[in-house]
């Protein structure tokens, strides 16, 4: 795309530059010149903005040419990503049709309906941290131009747009012209009238997790979503991580404003430490969840939302966040059909982290009750 065109727009310069030194330019041919020239230096910075995005080398940004070195740099990080096969029961899938046919299917499968099971909360809530009426007041109190301003002026830029194809600059760059309009639509979705669905597209990209990925669950689904869906998101993210920090078990650590994940490396060591020092028995359970963002059950989160005292004009929102929403999967560059999520959590969302700390906090609510009915409480060490 960006050599068809560089070559045409270069035909362009170099001929009316040529008959310049033969003759004056009219007006329309110095039009034509000088436009030529400004869509040519456009389109060289696209094309190097794009092998930026592609080699996530910071020297083009801080004023570098668009060297070979770059273009090797971007072509080595791209071919690292490219599927060339996969394995799956025994066999070995080639070809780009059937790479982009069977992992579309996979996707399919794995965002479609919530398997049934016969587990269900009970309605006990003395034991879970409540959301209180100020807060909810706070979460649902109708939304001021500052916080759209700041979700968007924190968005990173140089990031890989969704569907649409705007990234977070136009945004920042033509917020005085398109703020009346973010403002209406926030509105209509305080008011319930905003069709957010029609927003929610996004596309998955696959990173491989390992060096020698050779099955699809060796890859990590990234979700590029539009960016005017990620500034709802975003507004929702900045509200609920002002009232978390007490909804949320201390033991939660990741993506929690003020904590650290590696916290939960130093009370381990900690613990096994003091046990060793003690001369104490004690059992430590690791539990890795497969596909955790992907398998989160709606419903689920939902309940857990009530549960701990949240609005239901807040869990109307976040149930239109998070449902709805169409993907497709983009395997060698090509991107397969549209197909609607019917459960998970999509990494890539702003607001997916801490909905999944609170289901996780579950687990941990569920562990405590059943330790403190079956085991001594004061020889466990519940990390």
């Known amino acids: 795309m960006y050599k068809a065109q560089k070559e045409q727009l270069q035909s362009v310069v170099t001929n009316l530059d040529t008959m310049a030194e033969t003759r004056t330019l009219s007006d329309g041919e110095r039009e034509t010149l000088e436009s030529a020239r400004d869509d040519l230096i456009k389109l060289l910075r696209e094309e190097e903005l794009r092998f930026y995005q592609r080699a996530k080398a910071t020297d083009v940004l801080l004023g570098d040419n668009n060297t070979r070195y770059f273009h090797m740099v971007a072509n080595g990080k791209h071919r690292k990503k490219r599927i060339f096969s996969l394995e799956h029961e025994g066999g070995k899938i080639e070809g780009q049709q059937n ?74 760059h033509f917020w005085d012209v398109i703020k009346g309009d973010l403002m209406s639509m926030f509105q209509d979705l305080h008011q319930g009238d905003l069709p957010i669905f029609s927003l929610n597209f996004g596309v998955i990209t696959l990173l491989p997790k390992t060096q020698e ?65 003690k001369n104490q028995n004690g059992v430590i359970i690791k539990i890795d969840f497969e596909k955790a963002y992907d398998k989160v059950r709606w419903d689920f989160l939902l309940q857990t939302l009530r549960m701990k005292g949240f609005s239901p004009k807040w869990i109307g929102w976040i149930k239109s966040f998070v449902s709805g929403g169409s993907i497709m999967v983009n395997v060698n560059d090509e991107v397969g059909p549209y197909f ?28 405590s009750r059943e330790t403190k009915q079956t085991i001594n409480w004061e020889e466990l060490y519940l990390i």
């Open 99 to 172: 790479l982009k046919g069977y992992i579309t299917q996979f996707y399919k499968e794995l965002f479609g309906p919530a398997e049934e099971n016969l587990f269900s909360l009970c309605d006990r809530t003395d034991d879970i941290p409540q959301v209180s009426s100020t807060e909810n007041e706070f979460l649902t109190a109708p939304f001021t131009e500052q916080e759209i301003r700041d979700a968007i002026f924190s968005m990173e830029h140089n990031k890989a747009p969704g569907p649409d194809g705007f990234p977070a600059e136009f945004y920042q």
């Open 213 to 277: 990925a050779s099955k699809i669950q060796q890859y990590r689904p990234i979700c590029l979503l539009n960016v005017s869906f990620k500034i709802f998101t975003k507004v929702a993210t900045s509200r609920i991580n002002s009232v978390a920090d007490h909804l949320i078990s201390p033991t939660q650590t990741a993506f929690m404003r003020g904590r650290n994940i590696l916290e939960g490396v130093v009370i381990l060591h900690e613990t096994i430490h003091e046990l060793h020092r």
């Open 340 to 367: 609607q999520t019917r459960k998970g959590l999509r990494q890539g969302d702003p607001l997916s982290p801490i909905l999944f700390n609170i289901v996780a906090d579950m687990l941990t609510l569920f562990l």
